[in-house]
């Protein structure tokens, strides 16, 4: 671990926990940060206007090669509250259906879900996860409880938060229901590998058939 910590610029009197809200940057990735930015210095008009698009083309071939997808399937964000936004935006959804997650889910996300259901007439439900958590299984059980017919039968959809707990359930009965599936991160029911080609679209989107 505490080679770990070298690799970044933390204050080493600081015992540092939140990267999930505003993360240090290792020092190798700041080194080639700063490359870019100086680079972009030398030439603003130049980079901007005349190099900048064919850049984050190559950007997204190198990082579609690395995660197994088309360059044309990645889309740059500005962090995934704003990727998980525009998904959960264009997801077909209105009175009847009903969007799945849990009383641990992240706070930007749950206030998307909440306004998008008072928008659009869709049911929110917060399914509520005992703590301390006694047991994985007891956990999965708890979650695919608030799965209903409205999740199943007619085409509806849900959301799969892992509260930082989830494990990988895609193999659960509930995990054949439902539309659309989307988290954000891997270890929610239907993600497979990162690596995958089912990795697809910012926001880890997957589409099922019913």
Not at 23 to 50: C, D, I, M, N, S
Request: with cysteine; hydrophobic share 30%; charged share 25%.
């Amino acid at each position: 671990m505490n080679s770990l910590k070298k690799q970044f610029l933390l204050d080493r009197n600081v015992v540092f926990l939140n990267h999930g809200s505003f993360g240090a940057t290792p020092k190798p990735v700041f080194r080639e940060y700063q490359r870019w930015q100086r680079e972009l210095e030398k030439q603003p008009v130049e980079f901007l206007g005349r190099r900048f698009t064919q850049l984050m083309a190559d950007s997204r071939a190198a990082l579609g090669k690395y995660l197994g997808t088309q360059a044309d399937n990645l889309v740059y964000t500005q962090n995934v509250t704003v990727s998980l936004n525009i998904v959960a935006r264009s997801l077909e959804l209105g009175p009847g259906d009903e969007v799945l997650s849990t009383d641990h889910e992240y706070g930007a996300i749950d206030r998307t879900w909440r306004f998008l259901s008072r928008e659009r007439g869709f049911r929110y439900v917060n399914q509520k996860i005992s703590t301390p958590i006694k047991s994985e299984e007891n956990l999965i059980e708890e979650f695919w409880r608030g799965v209903t017919p409205h999740t199943r039968h007619r085409d509806k959809s849900y959301h799969v938060s892992d509260s930082n707990y989830l494990p990988d359930q895609r193999n659960h009965p509930a995990c054949t229901r439902g539309r659309y599936y989307h988290s954000d991160r891997w270890r929610a029911c239907p993600w497979s590998d990162p690596t995958s080609s089912r990795f697809t679209r910012s926001g880890f989107l997957r589409r099922q058939s019913s």
